[in-house]
């Protein structure tokens, strides 16, 4: 277990060199960077080291193995994300431990979480995920909605009673314009995010890059990067 720690510990240390020094070749201030630690496939106890070395924001993208893990942890003062692709029949699990979702992509799923917070008298915060492989009006590969359809989604989560629209969400995409492009995908996404925030002006989080290639990210803006492998290690799945 000592070993683990330090593990996590001397990982954490390089990934907060790398983000610091984005940051600096950025011009930004260290604090404008909220680092995720995606703990998917990773067990209870390393959440509870990471916990202890200082991590305040968690991710998880499936439901069964998020949802007895938060448990484990519920007397962490952490913030846990989801940031998979969100079945309705999972909604109201995921509404029970996630603070934030963050892959908010079609009106379904919001009015399912809308419905499930107020249920469980909690206030959810929402990232529209936004596909940048996806034509204009389509689904992209991985979830999320084109950029076309983030206005009228956005503009629901608003008006959905026990949801918080925080901002964009996006992943750096595999096919179309921007394969290999992840500065620039980063970038269109600060475009679509200063868009967004003409209507919502409070939806200023920007949710981009991972853990190769969160430099990208940092440089063209983005508020919090999601983080796994870099931390965790490469690990068998769970199950």
């Known amino acids: ?38 703990t998917k496939t990773y067990p209870a106890s390393d959440v509870r080291t990471l916990s202890g070395l200082g991590v305040r924001h968690v991710a998880e993208n499936r439901d069964q193995d998020a949802a007895p893990k938060a448990a484990d942890c519920a007397d962490l003062p952490l913030t ?18 996630a603070d934030l979702v963050q892959s908010v992509d079609r009106s379904k799923l919001v009015t399912a979480l809308s419905k499930e917070a107020v249920r469980a008298e909690r206030e959810v915060g929402c990232l529209i995920q936004v596909a940048l492989d996806a034509g204009e009006n389509e689904r992209g590969e991985r979830g999320g909605v084109a950029p076309g359809g983030i206005e009228e989604l956005a503009d629901l989560v608003a008006g959905s009673p026990g949801l918080r629209l925080d901002g964009l ?8 314009e921007y394969a290999g492009r992840q500065r620039a995908a980063f970038e269109r996404l600060m475009v679509l ?28 803006g983005a508020t919090h990067v999601r983080v796994g492998t870099a931390v965790l290690g490469v690990r068998p799945r769970l199950g």
Not at 1 to 30: F, H, P, Q
Not at 169 to 176: F, K, N, S
Not at 207 to 220: K, P, R
């Open 1 to 38: 277990m000592a070993d683990r720690k330090s593990e996590l510990a001397a990982n954490l240390a390089k990934v907060e060199e790398r983000i610091t020094a984005a940051c600096v070749a950025a011009g930004r201030k260290r604090e404008e960077v909220t680092l995720i630690v995606v």
């Open 80 to 97: 846990w994300h989801f940031v998979g692709q969100l079945q309705t029949n999972k909604v109201r699990s995921v509404v029970g431990y």
């Open 169 to 176: 969400m996006t992943v750096a995409p595999l096919t179309g």
């Open 193 to 220: 995010s200063t868009d967004l925030r003409r209507a919502h002006p409070a939806a200023n989080m920007v949710s981009a890059g991972m853990s190769a290639d969160l430099e990208q990210a940092v440089a063209a």
